[in-house]
């Protein structure tokens, strides 16, 4: 076998031709024929044939002699159209065979043409051109394909990545859309409950001093009773005394010594009532600061305790809060109605999923030199697989309709990234849900500082649930 050498990675100029005989005669004619043109392989058996085909230069026309010693040349066609490197290869048979059934073994099998000899070079010279003509014609159009092909992909690629923004873009719009909903519809609540809280400010004040005033006139009134009775004990059964008579038996029948312990208790009560009155208009009134957005450092279990009372109407007898807070907690920086926003939507999130009975423990410590963690368990049915990974979305809600919005999460979860903190939740072993909310101390001197944008993970909200 010869080759014209020729570097592996650089390809000739010229069109590469395998020619394939076993008849060193045979490939000298071809080779007179051939070299002006083309840069040429030879091969004087089928499995040199195959090895050369299959190495660089690759040919781009191989021209096969049928009758071979060791391997034919249907055989060699059949090897080439196997390989994926060969399959493409051009063959042209070249053979001594006339036959008519050999030609149609040859085509059959994937020759693109074929010669017979003695070889005519006019007709061997245009075979083999057409022959690479085409072969070039292809590979350009391959080429072109594949180019298509790339920029075709490019543009899918560039044009999934705008969609993929231009879906965020739209998911941020809804959200800001959203917020902008929901401070609207708080800003609007707010002015309400401090307008109400307001309303019911002056008359509480009014009764709670009456009330004052009602306890010194009612030991004025006692006292008169008092030196009645002492007058009446004196006076015993002389003129008035029948009359006597009648006003101990008034006093035996409405149970005076009872009423005058009573009515003491009861004024008590009532102002503890008021007190109580007082305290939730207060708290109240801190929920309505809406709209103000003050970052101050807040004793987070004053929120909590502050939340708790709010709800604690809302909350059935069969639901148990069990506190367990860390001794000395310190202070965090936060915009603490938006805090008591997030404690509230947690806390009524739990007693929706135990439906009215079980427990609640809220657990608080601090985490590090510069971050605390609060922690909010239930024992509800907790939180299916499926939904974990979304309870976080806006408008996501496993409720009846009508019944919840689906918001609460979403929105607790962009009030707690705001103060740089972070907002997970997780499936108890022993059953039952818990949200973990860590906060740096400091979120404005902690590394993630909070963000004043509107958008995703950043939202100005206020309490979908718990006040309304
Ligand atoms: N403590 C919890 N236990 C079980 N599932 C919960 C709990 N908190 C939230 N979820 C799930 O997360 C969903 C979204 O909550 P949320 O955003 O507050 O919207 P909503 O309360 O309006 O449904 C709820 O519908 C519920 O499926
Ligand atoms: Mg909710």
Same mark, same amino acid.
């Given at each position: ?5 020729? @570097? ?27 070299? *002006? ?19 660089? &230069?690759? *040919? ?23 390989? &994926? %490197? ?13 036959? @008519? ?13 074929? $010669? ?44 999934? @990545?705008?969609? %993929? ?7 941020? $719009? ?18 309400? %409950? ?40 004196? %006076? ?51 929920? /309505? ?26 909350? &059935? ?70 939904? $974990?990974?979304?309870?976080?979305? &806006? ?11 689906? $918001?609460?999460? /979403? ?47 950043? *939202?100005?909200?206020? *309490? ?5």
């Amino acid at each position: 076998m010869t080759s014209i050498p020729c @570097e592996p990675a650089t390809r000739p100029a010229a069109p590469v031709v395998l020619l394939v005989d076993d008849q060193r005669v045979n490939l000298i004619l071809l080779r007179g024929l051939l070299s *002006p043109d083309y840069h040429l392989l030879e091969a004087d058996s089928g499995a040199q044939a195959l090895a050369l085909a299959a190495a660089d &230069p690759r *040919p781009d026309l191989i021209l096969l002699d049928i009758m071979m010693p060791d391997m034919d040349g249907y055989e060699v066609l059949r090897r080439l159209r196997a390989q &994926p %490197a060969t399959c493409e290869i051009p063959v042209i048979f070249v053979t001594a065979m006339t036959e @008519e059934n050999d030609e149609r073994v040859g085509l059959t099998l994937g020759a693109v043409d074929y $010669l017979t000899k003695p070889l005519r070079s006019p007709i061997l010279l245009a075979r083999v051109r057409t022959q690479l003509e085409l072969k070039q014609g292809r590979d350009e159009l391959q080429l072109r394909n594949d180019s298509l092909e790339v920029a075709v992909q490019q543009r899918t690629q560039s044009l999934s @990545e705008a969609l %993929a923004h231009q879906r965020e873009l739209n998911q941020r $719009l809804e959200q800001a859309q959203l917020q902008l909903l929901q401070s609207e519809k708080m800003a609007s609540l707010g002015q309400f %409950a401090a307008g109400v809280a307001h309303e019911i400010n002056n008359p509480i004040s009014f009764v709670r001093s009456n009330l004052g005033t009602l306890k010194t006139y009612f030991e004025d009134v006692m006292a008169v009773v008092q030196a009645g009775d002492a007058v009446c004990r004196q %006076a015993g059964a002389g003129p008035a005394g029948a009359a006597v008579a009648d006003y101990q038996r008034l006093c035996q029948d409405k149970d005076l010594p009872y009423l005058r312990e009573d009515l003491v208790q009861v004024l008590d009560e009532s102002r503890e009532g008021l007190d109580r009155v007082s305290r939730i208009v207060a708290d109240l009134k801190n929920f /309505s600061r809406f709209g103000r957005e003050d970052w101050a450092w807040v004793d987070l279990h004053e929120g909590l305790h502050a939340t708790l009372r709010l709800m604690a109407g809302q909350r &059935p007898p069969g639901c148990e809060v069990q506190l367990d807070l860390a001794p000395e907690l310190p202070l965090v920086k936060c915009i603490a109605p938006q805090m008591h926003q997030v404690f509230m939507n947690l806390l009524t999130n739990a007693v929706q999923a135990m439906q009215g009975r079980g427990c609640i423990r809220i657990a608080t410590r601090r985490l590090d030199e510069s971050r605390v963690e609060l922690r909010f368990e239930d024992s509800g049915p907790g939180i299916a697989a499926e939904h $974990l990974g979304r309870i976080f979305d &806006p408008f996501f809600t496993t409720q009846a309709v009508g019944q919840g919005m689906g $918001l609460g999460l /979403s929105i607790s979860w962009g009030i707690v990234h705001r103060h740089a903190g972070q907002l997970t939740a997780h499936n108890r072993e022993q059953g039952g849900a818990c949200f973990v909310l860590q906060l740096p101390l400091d979120p404005q001197a902690s590394s993630a500082a909070p963000s004043s944008r509107v958008g995703l993970g950043a *939202p100005v909200l206020l *309490p979908t649930e718990g006040i309304s």
